[in-house]
């Protein structure tokens, strides 16, 4: 089992402050900076465009920044946030008319390919593409939108990629977004999962530290100690 990153979406963070908030949130113990990619036309928002990414490294950020592409097309934007120093791009199958040659994109422009899944599409066509893969992102809700309730038919999803990542024999990290909180991160890593984006959990809290600490302790806590 990999080591459980915590993956602190930055869309809940507060815009005016978004460095210190950077800052503060890794300095608390989180892994990874998890970037929403949001286009008012795959989903019903309109978020960050790689500006932030760039801002963010300019800032003196080092950790890995991990952008979640809810945009179609989207090679154009990968090539962009590549540029702008992301580590881990996740694209929609649904997203792209050519996925092999989207996440061939990414490997290309030097960085780490993931494959993200929405609630209701099924893991099929990650099959063709495992070679292509570093990182499966299902999400535990609809996109689009912060805030919202985790999704508990998705739990025997991320068994099943669990199992196919393991079977592959791959260096595949399995990463769930979507209401990933205190009350639901220990069914999601039980399940299998070992890189989870919090939002929300994280940024409405005071402390952050505290909060990321009590996220790993439930996550140990629902792990068997043989698979820890």
């Known amino acids: 089992m990999k080591e459980f990153w915590i993956a602190p979406s930055i869309l809940a963070a507060n815009f005016a402050r978004l460095g210190e908030e950077a800052d503060r949130v890794l300095a608390a113990g989180a892994d990874v900076i998890h970037i929403d990619v949001m286009d008012n036309h795959y989903v019903p928002n309109l978020t960050m465009g790689p500006m932030f990414c760039k801002a963010l490294r300019a800032h003196g950020i080092t950790a890995p920044i991990d952008v979640h592409l809810m945009v179609t097309p989207v090679d154009s934007m990968i090539q962009a946030f590549a540029e702008a ?62 805030g919202q309730s985790f999704i508990p038919s998705v739990l025997p999803k991320i068994e099943a990629a ?11 990290r399995l990463e769930v977004d979507g209401g990933v909180n205190l009350q639901t991160i220990g069914q999601v890593a039980a399940a299998g999962a070992d890189m989870f984006v919090a939002g929300t959990a994280i940024f409405a809290q005071a402390d952050y530290r505290a909060t990321i600490t009590a996220l790993r302790s439930t996550i140990a806590d629902a792990i068997p100690r043989h698979l820890a």
Not at 99 to 117: N, P, T, V, W
Not at 162 to 172: E, Q
């Open 85 to 146: 120093g992301a580590d881990y791009i996740s694209i929609h199958p649904d997203a792209t008319l050519h996925l092999d040659r989207s996440l061939q994109l990414i490997k290309d422009l030097g960085c780490k390919a993931g494959l993200a899944f929405n609630p209701a599409t099924g893991l099929e066509v990650s099959h063709y593409v495992l070679d292509k893969l570093d990182l499966m992102l299902l999400m535990s809700v609809n996109p689009g939108f912060g």
């Open 162 to 172: 669990r199992k196919l990542i393991d079977a592959s024999g791959r260096d595949i």
